[in-house]
């Protein structure tokens, strides 16, 4: 906007004439007209809606069927109903404490510390894959171990597994679709079998995942059985190579199918038996990588990589007691897959960040809620 | 249309000028990435990423500039302003220095009382502030979100302010926080 000719005078050419203090004559500008004062004060309206609105627009609040954290959140509410204090998802479970034994072999793939060799604290959970935290225990739920390494350098590492091979499902938007279309019909209590076809037949990937988690039948229980990984990491090491890695926890005792003597009568067999064990014996597992090759997929946990990529063993977990959620500082843990070290980076999987996000919602959720009783009590895992 | 022209004693400082504009863009970066994170699950990690370090940079920023400010000479303010808008205009630079302190802070506490590594960039983290506590947290969390809507809002009345003393009183308020050369109305 530059100055009317009226006020060229009392340009400042020199910043040394401030110092003469010769304060400008005040000049009154000429009195707007009303049009021109009400085009204006228009303007300066519009304006101020305009940042408003670009701001809620920003926040998703003009696209109400965009997936949002919340509305993820509150999907899982629906299909479960709150209860308070619980995880949205995974709300069943127990902790657990114990070490990370590192052998060193995997500081050639990451500069991470906990790579190291070395012994590292970790904590941890083991849950079951549903949003009820009273369900009766069963083979065919997904099982899942939440684990949280605490580096010497103050860095942490959380990472978040289950007992299935591949992911179901390559994005978070099949993820929810799936979730709507299991949807329990309110009369028959059983979700509509049409509606699940139509996801499969319009998810192929979601189809052939499943074929190849039906190909690993389910342990007998939490501690024989491998935890994965799923999703693809970067790893950078000290010379600043990267690779694309997933990761699997083997367990050192035999995997043992589960079968149909096992005792499904008593609701927590398979929390009660993963107590018995670790009042037994320690629990361990070998940490191993798996490297990727130029053109495996690292965007889409619903795909195995080939047989024969390199697997390298980095160290033992070792989990040598078990405490109930009421207790444990394990239960405000959000193990959020994307806490991690520097050496390790997420790679593009779509399923990371939304994880990242839906988790931080659902504890955002809980941490505010009363805490209920956990369904594996104190006195229950002291037996 | 400038009324008033401006000379060096009418002018902020060039430091908080200078810190002032850096600071605009920062926060507004800030308030975007904000309300887009909270919304997004794609883009969330990325965004977050940048928040946290950014909220730590602000903090940092707005205590060199109340210290800087304290050593400073302000200009008047413009004889076009009565006494009750001077008193809200400098009420309102109480609250936006205010919350640009408090709202990193609470962002910082409300991290440190979940126990979420609060990191900078690569192996660079914070400590924490606060005990542990998620109660502690989820209170924090939303008084977080509180207090960015209250700066949202704060900055949406400070732009409004100085463009109706730009586009209708016309006396040169903007001008006081502009480089030498340029002119505003």
């Keep these: 906007m530059a100055p009317s000719g009226a006020n060229q005078e009392a340009k400042i050419t020199n910043g040394r004439e401030s110092l003469n203090k010769t304060t400008p004559v005040e000049k009154r500008p000429e009195p707007l007209t009303t049009g021109s004062r009400f085009a204006r004060l228009t303007s300066i309206g519009v304006l101020l809606l305009g940042v408003v609105a670009g701001f809620l627009y920003l926040g998703g609040w003009f696209s109400p069927q965009k997936l949002t954290p919340a509305r993820f959140a509150d999907e899982f509410e629906r299909v479960n109903s709150i209860h308070s204090g619980f995880r949205r998802n995974h709300a069943k479970g127990v902790c657990v404490r114990g070490f990370f034994d590192s052998n060193g072999q995997g500081s050639r793939l990451s500069k991470a510390v906990v790579f190291q060799s070395g012994r590292v604290p970790v904590i941890g959970r083991f849950s079951l894959g549903n949003g009820d935290p009273h369900s009766t225990d069963a083979l065919s739920t997904v099982r899942g171990l939440g684990l949280q390494f605490s580096l010497p350098d103050g860095e ?158 980095v160290g033992t977990l070792t989990l040598d007691s078990v405490e ?40 955002t959720r809980r941490a505010g809620e009363t805490k209920e009783p956990s369904e594996i009590t104190p006195s229950e895992v002291r037996k | 249309m400038s009324a008033a022209t401006t000379t060096d004693r009418q002018r902020f400082p060039g430091s908080m000028r200078f810190l002032h504009w850096l600071m605009a863009v920062l926060v507004l970066t800030m308030l975007g990435i904000g309300i887009a994170m909270v919304a997004s699950l794609g883009d969330y990690h990325s965004l977050v990423s940048i928040h946290r370090p950014l909220g730590i940079a602000i903090l940092i920023l707005v205590v060199i500039r109340f210290v800087n400010r304290q050593f400073s000479t302000l200009p008047p303010f413009p004889p076009t302003m009565s006494s009750q808008e001077r008193f809200v205009a400098h009420a309102s630079e109480v ?20 126990r979420y590594p609060i990191v900078l960039f690569g192996s660079l983290h914070l400590f924490p502030i606060l005990p542990h506590s998620v109660m502690l947290y989820a209170v924090l969390r939303k008084t977080h979100t509180f207090l960015a809507y209250l700066l949202f809002l704060a900055f949406v009345a400070h732009f409004g302010a100085i463009l109706f003393h730009t586009l209708i009183v016309r006396d040169g308020l903007l001008s006081r926080m502009l480089p030498r050369r340029a002119r505003a109305g």
Excluded: C
Excluded at chain 1, 206 to 235: C, E, M, V, W
Excluded at chain 1, 269 to 284: E, T, V
Excluded at chain 2, 102 to 112: A, E, F, K, R, T
């Design chain 1, 156 to 313: 942490q590492w959380r990472t978040a597994m289950v007992n299935l091979p591949v992911f179901p499902f390559k994005d978070p938007r099949a993820f929810y679709d799936n979730m709507v279309a299991s949807q329990r019909d309110p009369n028959t209590h059983q979700p509509d079998p049409a509606k699940g076809a139509a996801f499969l037949g319009s998810h192929p990937e979601t189809a052939r995942a499943i074929a190849i988690i039906k190909s690993h039948p389910p342990s007998s229980g939490f501690d024989n059985t491998a935890y994965y990984g799923l999703n693809a990491f970067q790893f950078v090491n000290a010379s600043g190579a990267s690779a694309y890695v997933r990761w699997t926890l083997a367990p050192v005792r035999p995997y043992e199918a589960g079968t149909a003597a096992s005792p499904e009568n008593d609701k927590n067999f398979l929390f009660d038996g993963l107590i018995a064990s670790i009042h037994q014996h320690p629990l361990q597992w070998h940490l191993v990588l798996t490297v990727a090759q130029s053109g495996d997929p690292t965007d889409d946990a619903t795909i195995p990589w080939p047989e024969g990529r390199e697997q390298v063993d």
């Design chain 1, 324 to 363: 109930s959620e009421e207790t444990s500082p394990a239960r405000d843990i959000n193990f959020d897959p994307l806490v991690l070290p520097a050496g390790i980076a997420p790679s593009d999987d779509p399923l990371l960040s939304a994880r990242s996000a839906v988790y931080s919602q659902s504890f």
């Design chain 2, 95 to 114: 609250l936006l220095y205010t919350l640009l302190f408090v709202l990193p802070l609470v962002g910082w506490g409300m991290l440190s009382a979940a």
